[in-house]
Each structure stands twice: as structure tokens, then as C-alpha cells.
């Protein structure tokens, strides 16, 4: 059993990492070997929209033929059991590393067919997780659970069945005192920290547990 998880932040550090850091912790718990790959380490471009994943008969049909970091990675997934992508929310929607990769991860694996098949060789698990400043309110009111689903409906089809976690109203700063972010409340962040964010944290530990599950 292998799980790659794939770190769309650039903090190695932060919430989103602490958060996949989990979900790994709870796969390796039962065994499976994990990687953790940080997409900002990585030198890449999202999809070239050149269409070689989709000639007919052609030598790239249903994989990507851009040569750069991504190249070695994708075979990898295809050695995978499940993947986690977790990502930050910026703008109501996952980073723009991390809509890179999944540009260029998801496209030449479904087809333009009526309906669209994947060509991904097996069924695998996928877990995301999701890190914003919002709260679950604000999420569901401006439609940003909306967004990511798109991502999750095409991963359902070209892989296999979605897992998925949300983190709210995240502590973004060690020192609010020295940002300009006076809509934030310091105290009621560093509550959140304290009180909520472990709480998240076991539930990606436990999401890495169903990953790895039969």
C-alpha cells in the first residue's frame, strides 16, 4: 500500500502541511508507505492545452507529454494506492501550484468521449484537504465548497471515490500585532489554534486511516 501526498502550500510548516503531515501519519499507521511531495519545490507549469493527451492513436494519448519535474511524479501516482492533495484556499479556490498540478494531473486521464471514461489503469482513493481564513458559513454562503467540488468530481472520475476535509477560520500569523489585519481577532484566532485545530488534525489522521483501508 502506497499513499503520495501532495503539500500545495509553501509553508512547510503551516496549517495545510501540519494538516497532510496527518493524514500520512494515519495511513503509515497501518502500514503503507508514504511520500509527501511539497509542489512548490517542484519546477513545473499548469497544462499547455497542447492536446497530445488526446490524439487519437498518438504516442502521449492519456498521459501528459510536457518533460519537467511532474514527468517521474505521474508515473508514480500510477504505482499509488491514494493521494492526498491539500491545498490553502486563496481567492475561493485551491492555490495556484496546487491548480497547476491538478491542471496537468487530471486532464489527459479523462476522455472527450459522451460520457467521459477514465484512463487511469486502476481505481485508486483520494483524499483533499482544504485550509481557509473562512468560516463554514462563509464558505457554504460565498459558494466556495462549490469550487473545489470541481476539482473532486473529475479526481472521482479519473481515479476513484473522494474524501474530503475542510479547515476553517485557520491562525494565519505568529504575530498579528505586526500585519495589517485589524477584521481578525488575535484571541479568537489563537482560540481556534489551540482548540479547534487539533481536532482537525485527528480527523486528517483519521482520513489517512480510510485511505488505507480496503
Not at 497501518?30 to 492545452?49: M, P, R, T, V, W
Not at 507529454?65 to 500510477?78: G, V, Y
Not at 462563509?138 to 471515490?161: C, H, T, Y
Not at 485545530?197 to 486511516?209: E, H, L, N, Q, V
Request: aromatic fraction near 12%; charged fraction near 25%; proline fraction near 4%.
Amino acid at each position: 500500500m502506497k499513499i503520495i501526498g501532495f503539500n500545495g502550500s509553501n509553508r512547510k510548516n503551516g496549517n495545510t502541511s501540519k494538516l497532510l503531515e496527518s493524514v500520512l501519519k494515519g495511513s503509515a499507521s497501518l502500514g503503507a508507505e508514504i511520500k509527501l511531495i511539497n509542489l512548490y519545490d517542484l519546477n513545473f507549469k499548469g497544462c499547455y492545452s497542447c492536446f497530445n493527451c488526446k490524439k487519437r492513436d498518438g504516442e502521449k494519448y492519456g498521459r501528459c507529454s510536457i518533460h519537467d519535474d511532474l514527468e517521474p511524479i505521474f508515473k508514480d501516482i500510477e504505482n499509488a494506492d491514494g493521494i492526498v492533495l491539500a491545498s490553502p484556499v486563496y481567492y475561493r479556490s485551491v492555490s495556484g501550484e496546487m491548480k497547476s498540478f491538478l491542471e496537468r494531473l487530471l486532464f489527459p486521464y479523462v476522455t472527450y468521449t459522451t460520457p467521459p471514461v477514465s484512463l487511469f489503469p486502476k481505481r485508486i482513493k483520494i483524499g483533499f484537504v482544504y485550509t481557509m481564513n473562512n468560516t463554514e458559513h462563509e464558505m457554504r454562503e460565498n459558494g466556495i465548497d462549490k469550487n473545489l467540488s470541481v476539482f473532486e468530481m473529475v479526481a472521482q472520475w479519473a481515479f476513484g471515490p473522494v474524501d474530503k476535509l475542510y479547515c476553517f477560520d485557520t491562525f494565519q500569523f505568529n504575530d498579528y500585532s505586526k500585519v495589517v489585519a485589524d477584521r481578525f481577532d488575535p484571541v479568537k484566532k489563537a482560540k481556534q489554534r489551540d482548540e479547534i485545530f487539533p481536532t482537525d488534525c485527528k480527523k486528517a489522521y483519521d482520513m489517512g486511516i480510510r485511505l488505507t483501508q480496503s
